[in-house]
Structures are given as C-alpha cells and as structure tokens.
C-alpha cells in the first residue's frame, strides 16, 4: 500500500471524518424525508426533477455547512487536547504534509456525503422516470459538496488558531447565523435577499425552491468556488502556521477568494436565477404542450386539454385559445400570471390543474381558459373565492353540472354557498343572455380589471 493511501486509512481510524460524514448524510435525509415542507410534495418534490434535487440539497447548506465548521473545528483541537501539537511541530515533516493529512479525510468524508445524498437523489429520479434535461444540475451539486469540505477545513484551522473547547460550537453557532443573515426570499420572481445580491451569494446555501424551471446562471458558480476555494486555502495555511506572522498571511487566500468573487459573482437577482433552458423547452402533443421538465405530464394532459379546446371554441368562439401551453415566466408570490390571447396557461403549481385527471381535468381547463386567474393558486397561494366560483361556474354553463373545484384552500361549502345564487340567477336567462355573461365574465378575467362573479351577474353586485 502506498504512503498517502496508508497515512490517508489511519487518518480515517483516528479522525471523526467517518462520523461527520453519517451525521451530515442522516441529518440531510432525515430532513428531506421526515420534515414535511415544499421539499416533500408537489411539483417542487425534491426528487420530482433534476435542477429543483440540485438546488434542495443546497438549501440544506443552511445547517449542514455550520455543521461542518463545527466538526471541523472538532477535529482540529485534536492534537491540542492529545497534547502532541509541540511535538509534532518538532518533527522533520513538513507543516503542510501534517495539515493535508489532517484536513483531507475529514473534507472528503463530507464532500462524499453530500455526494452520496446526491446519488440517492439521482437514484430516486431515475426510478421515478423523471425527464433528463442535461447536466446544468451537475455544478449546483459540485459546488456543494466544495462548500461542506472547504467549511470544515476553515474550521479545522481556525480550532488551530484559537484551540478552546468553545471554538467549534461558537463557530457552528457563527456560521448558521452568517447564512440566515444572508439568506434569499423567495416571494419575488426571483430570489432576493435584504443585503446586496453578491453578499449573499457568499453564503453557499440557496433559496428554497419555489419555481422549478428555474436555474443558477454560471457566473454564480464561478464565484462561489472561488470564494469557497480562497475559504480552504486559509484554511489549510492556518493548520500550517506556526508564528502570528503566518498566520496573518494565511487570511490572503480568504481576501484574494473573496475579492475575486465579488468582481464575479452578479449584483442584480435576475441575472442570479435564470430559466434553465433545455429544462423549459416545448414538448408537443398536437396543440397541447408542456416543458420537457414535465414531460411525463404531457400523456396525462393531451386528451383531456384538446377536449377542453374543442369545448372552449364552442363557448367562446373566436376568442377561444387555440394551445395549451405549461407556464414559463417567473412571477412573484401573489404576481399576475403571464396573460397570452392565444393560448390557456397550466400552471402544474396549481393543483385545481396538476392533480385532476381525466374529466376532472378537463372541467378545471375549461374553467382556466374562460375564467383565468389573477391570484395564482398554489401551495403558497390561495387564490380567491369569487375567481374559483367564477370558473366552477364557467365549467358548468359548458359541461352542464355545478361542482364545486378540488384541491383548492377554500371549501367545498364556502364554494357552493356563494356560486349557488349566483348559479340559480344566470341559468335562469336566456341562452344568448347568457352567452353574453361568459363573455363578459371573459373580459373581466383576461383583463384583471373587474369582479368576476360581477360580470356574471351583469353588473348587478356593484
């Protein structure tokens, strides 16, 4: 066996690396597993698609990368509390040979943690069958797993530098305030932070995922693994020096990462997130389309949307849309959706639309393409009550039953409540009176401009 592999598997016995490495790896899938959020269901499942399992296991930084300060730190005090740290210093091997040693087990422990949830990841996608749409995913990951190694070598020379007893959780507890100090929002079309846009990007954790067909623009990677790389270098220059003058000099890898960085990484949040494009180009099913992210949609999505075409045309006429097309423009929290003439927009976020089927899907088309929304529903969003009764009334002039729309936030009851006067009142007229209603009702929603369930009713609530 070769030196660096025999010096590299007692470092392995003697160090905390194996340990560190399970804490991070259970803590990450517990979390993803266990805890319910955003991460755990819906269109932003973190095993759903590539880009969203990418950047979920990076917006899990926001404890693992304090946790690897602290464990590296850990393992730094390691020969001040043996009490070898003066004689190892006496010894002929050099002070750089010492602190790769010491550094490299446990960094690689990690980065190959966070590799390894990474694979379970892909594994779990692959299984699933979710669409391939390159390997733009691939450096969100790389970037990650640097992040973990270059932190707990940043804490193993600092433990060096200040060997106390307090120093690793006093840096975990450092490091988990720095990234929530710095952490992204993302109730913008983007994701925005309350300090400068190329502050925050130091932090190597990222927003939660709110828009899955978005992506990090490669300046962003860039710069991170230049900060992260200046980060480790001081890192292993602090577990190597041994006078105060070394010590200040290994802070120059930090500054140079970090000025480098600054120069790179992009001030504006738009120019931060960008779509990801092979991940929203157009997968066709005759006029029916959705992006190749959400490929495995279109069987499910074609038949009952050119049903609802076919049904749109004879209700609205010629102002019916002639596609319908998956939604790409990223939006706000409570942001008007993008608004084509042309085309009814499915939104996958939606679930009233992502977990209908069949004739249940068919009717929430129908009620999308006469009656659009201005108030997004999602997880996050709950739309508002007149909108959804305007479009379980919409449906139900075409399709011939009132039903109140699934899976929204609004009760099935506070539903029928409100549509039912309403409903009692419009199909009481005339049929031209009424086809005269919905187009009115139409206008109101393309438009935004006014009450929906006041366009039903001619006006009369106002």
């Known amino acids: 066996m070769s030196v660096p592999l025999r010096v590299l598997r007692t470092e392995l016995r003697c160090s905390v690396a194996p340990w560190a490495g399970a804490a991070v790896l259970a803590t990450a899938l517990a979390f993803l597993e266990l805890a319910p959020g955003p991460w755990s269901k819906g269109s932003t499942l973190w095993t759903a698609q590539w880009t969203s399992m990418a950047l979920w296991t990076r917006h899990l930084l926001v404890f693992l990368w304090p946790l690897a300060l602290g464990l590296g730190a850990l393992q730094g005090l390691r020969d001040h509390r043996s009490g070898t740290a003066e004689l ?8 750089r040979h010492r602190a790769a040693a010491l550094a490299g087990p446990t960094a690689l422990a990690l980065a190959g943690a966070f ?11 692959l299984a699933g069958g979710a669409a391939s749409t390159g390997a733009g995913w691939l450096p969100i990951s790389l970037v990650g797993a640097l992040a973990l190694a270059a932190g707990a070598v940043l804490g193993m020379g600092v433990a060096r530098t200040l060997p106390s007893v307090l120093t690793p959780p006093a840096l ?14 993302t109730d913008a079309a983007v994701p925005t932070s309350a300090v400068p846009n190329r502050l925050s990007l130091l932090s190597p954790m990222l927003a939660d995922v709110r828009q899955t067909l978005l992506t990090l623009a490669a300046p962003v990677h860039l710069g991170q693994t230049l900060w992260l790389l200046g980060l480790a270098a001081t890192g292993l220059a602090l577990l190597a020096a041994a006078t105060r003058r070394a ?22 949040p738009r120019d931060t997130y960008v779509l990801d494009r092979p991940a929203t180009a157009q997968v066709c099913d005759g006029p029916v389309c959705v992006t190749a992210a959400h490929r495995a949609r279109l069987d499910e999505l ?3 949307g050119r049903d609802a075409l076919g049904l749109l045309h004879g209700a609205l006429g010629d102002r019916a849309p002639s596609a319908v097309r998956e939604t790409t423009v990223p939006r706000a929290i409570g942001g008007t959706p993008e608004r084509p003439g042309d085309a009814l927009l499915v939104d996958f976020d939606d679930e009233v639309i992502g977990a209908a089927e069949g004739e249940a899907l068919t009717r929430a088309l129908v009620g999308q393409g006469i009656a659009p ?12 009550l007149p909108e959804t009764v305007a479009q ?3 449906a139900a002039w075409v399709l011939g039953e009132l039903r109140p729309l699934d899976k929204t936030m609004h009760r099935a009851q506070d539903q029928t409540d409100l549509a039912a006067p309403v409903w009692q009142a419009f199909s009481a007229l005339p049929p031209a009176e009424q086809r005269q209603r919905i187009a009115a009702l139409h206008t109101a929603a393309v438009s935004c401009a006014d009450d929906p369930l006041d366009a039903l009713a001619g006006g009369a609530t106002r």
């Open 172 to 185: 975990a507890v450092a490091g988990f305030v720095l990234t929530n100090l710095l952490r992204q929002r």
């Open 88 to 95: 190892l210093a006496a010894t002929p091997r050099p002070a």
């Open 115 to 125: 590799a390894l949830l990474v694979l379970l990841g892909a594994a779990r996608l």
């Open 302 to 304: 074609a038949g009952p």
């Open 373 to 384: 929304l201005c108030h997004p529903r999602s997880e996050r969003e709950s739309g508002t």
């Open 392 to 394: 379980s009334i919409a």
């Open 247 to 268: 010590r200040l000099l290994a802070l120059t890898p930090l500054l140079a990462g970090g000025a480098l960085a600054l120069l790179v990484l992009p001030a504006d």
